[in-house]
């Protein structure tokens, strides 16, 4: 299997045995000042790494973050998407960037406040500094080989827009002809919104259809908490008969919680998108036409 334009699709070319090491050069905050959340633009130069050039937009790489957990034991890798193109920030790929957002949580389940280990490593590291990094990992979540036979319907909540932005570049870099790829955008409220002016950008030089979803701002036409799926929803009139066209592809990137909903827009849509559970019935995405990646 290859991925766009034929590149070779590798994985574990470091594994947590042989860690690459990443130094932070550039860290940019992603959310506007007022936003509750934190979220950055964190980009590494992994030119000493095996997977320098040789990682694509919808893989993984994994971090190491130091020290170890409530047993004593070495803290095990998290799984982060890139969110650059396999050409890295740099034009060669000798570098890579992460959207990363902290986990600061209070759970009425366990008191105290819950500190996600590795975002928090990660968001505090400082420039010059060096973090372990093992991958790729991941080879269904990327463009097809040839881009200029599909079309392009693109889902993502939250930090789940990573692959996104390294998708719209990689499809720019390959010369991709075809219409402008639609991307359907969740966020809480609208200082969170990640990438927008990269987006906005190409939305006005007409080569993204973008959709914001507000989800605590508003409501949609119909009453309802602006959501992904309910903001499709009422898109459906214009990207229903992208969704029905055998051409297109569909990617859901970010919330887990989003796939119900997006599965019943486009099983009212678009039905041949969706599979069905050969025991339960209930719908899965159809293999080849519809990729998923939610946490
Ligand atoms: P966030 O900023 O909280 O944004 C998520 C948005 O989705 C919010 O607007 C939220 O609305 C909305 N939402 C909540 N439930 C929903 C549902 N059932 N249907 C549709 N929309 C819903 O997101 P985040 O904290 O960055 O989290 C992103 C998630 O993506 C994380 O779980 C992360 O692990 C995952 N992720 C996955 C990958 C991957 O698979 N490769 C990559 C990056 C991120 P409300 O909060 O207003 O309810």
């Known amino acids: 299997m290859n991925g766009i334009g034929g590149r ?69 890798l998290r799984l982060y998407s890139v969110a650059s193109p396999w050409f890295g920030e740099d034009g060669e790929g000798k570098t890579v960037a992460f959207c990363v957002k902290r986990e600061i949580d209070e759970h009425w389940y366990r008191p105290g406040l819950h500190i996600g280990v590795c975002s928090n490593y990660l968001c505090n590291m400082q420039v010059g500094e060096e973090a372990l990094l093992t991958g790729p990992s991941g080879n269904r979540f990327l463009l097809p080989e040839d881009p200029n036979a599909h079309r392009y319907v693109f889902i993502a909540t939250g930090t789940g827009i990573a692959p996104f932005r390294g998708f719209l570049l990689e499809l720019e870099r390959a010369g991709y002809s075809g219409d402008a790829p639609w991307l359907f955008f969740g966020v809480p409220y609208s200082t969170d919104i990640l990438y927008d002016s990269f987006f906005r950008e190409r939305a006005e030089a007409g080569r993204l259809r973008y959709h914001l979803a507000i989800s605590r701002e508003g409501r949609t036409r119909a009453g309802k908490r602006p959501y992904v799926q309910e903001v499709m929803r009422e898109a459906i009139g214009d990207v229903g008969p992208v969704l029905r066209d055998p051409r297109t592809l569909v990617y859901l990137c970010g919330l887990k919680g989003m796939e119900t909903g997006i599965y019943e827009v486009l099983g009212e849509a678009a039905p041949d998108l969706l599979e069905r559970h050969p025991k339960t019935g209930a719908p899965l995405p159809r293999k080849g036409r519809v990729f998923v990646e939610v946490y």
Do not use: C, M
């Not at 994985?11 to 130094?23: E, V």
């Not at 940019?28 to 959340?37: F, G």
């Open 8 to 76: 070779e699709v590798h994985i574990n070319l470091h594994t947590p045995k042989d860690p690459a090491r990443g130094r932070l050069i550039e860290k940019t905050k992603l959310v506007e000042k007022k936003s509750p959340h934190h979220t950055w633009h964190l980009v590494y130069d992994i030119s000493g790494a095996r997977f320098a050039g040789r990682y694509l937009a919808g893989q993984s790489l994994g971090v190491i973050p130091p020290g170890v957990d409530e047993e004593g034991r070495p803290h095990k």
